[in-house]
């Protein structure tokens, strides 16, 4: 299973937030209030797996993809990036900032041990899809039944 | 003349009911002498999915996420987030021209730009002295 690992960030509040996040969306008033996002580690993430590749999703809006950096270690995927502020201006006065800034760091341990020059990552929309074929020895193999003649 | 019949008024809260997986998009919102800028992040969602719209005063930003699950043979081992519908609506003043109201998508982040009219626009005034 993934486990994830602190990365320079770390935020011994995270389990917290979840836990809040959590909260808020069974104590939600009512119907007609929107869901609010975030709260978590960032960036979110989801991992698929199938038998002969791991699949990675991560929600990273506003993040210029030269900002990205992804790498693999063993099998330790991690995700680094920045997102850069608004610029900032005396003549600019911010009424709200929910959104958010600065350098952040995930890491992912993968369940299998992967291709490390097979994987491929894509931005769109401010989320990033990163495909990672497992290594040969991972994959299953079939195994032959002989029969032994009696 | 005809009696007027009685008709029966009510009042509720006009907000639609929104889905379980409708997001409040997180939003930046700044002001410039001459404008107004609401951004608002909208990861997954294509510039055709989302709309900006003006109506009797309240700037309604609405957005559609396409995130798709990889399908069979994939399994999920961990969901950190979810896609679904984002919507957040904003009172707007007065002061904003909303004729001139544009938005722009890019990377996921909605951005929309607010000018503000003539009238709205601070003004330094003179004081005059009488000799």
Known sequence: ?150 | MAKDKPVKVETKQAARELADNTFSPLVDIYETPAELVVIAEMPGAAREDVSVQVDKGVLTVEGAAKLEAPPEPFGETYLGFEAGTYFRAFALSDEIDRDKISASVANGVLTVRLPKSEGGKSRKIEIKTQD
């Not at chain 1, 952040?104 to 931005?123: H, N």
């Open chain 1, 1 to 150: 299973m993934a486990i994830f690992r602190w990365g320079s960030h770390f935020d011994p509040l995270a389990g917290f937030r979840q836990l809040h996040r959590e909260l808020d969306r069974l104590m939600r008033p009512s119907f007609t209030e929107a869901r609010r996002v975030g709260g978590g580690a960032y960036p979110p993430v989801n991992v698929y797996e199938a038998p002969g590749e791991v699949l990675v999703q991560c929600e990273v809006a506003g993040v210029d993809p030269s900002d990205l950096d992804v790498s693999i270690t063993g099998e330790t995927l991690t995700i680094k990036g920045q997102k850069r502020p608004l610029p900032e201006a005396e003549d600019v006065k911010f009424i709200r900032r929910e959104r958010g800034s600065g350098e952040f760091t995930r890491m992912i341990v993968l369940p299998d041990a992967v291709e490390a020059d097979k994987i491929e990552a894509t931005l769109a929309d401010g989320i990033m899809t990163i495909r990672l074929p497992k290594a040969a020895s991972e994959q299953p193999k079939q195994i032959e039944v002989k029969p032994i003649g009696r």
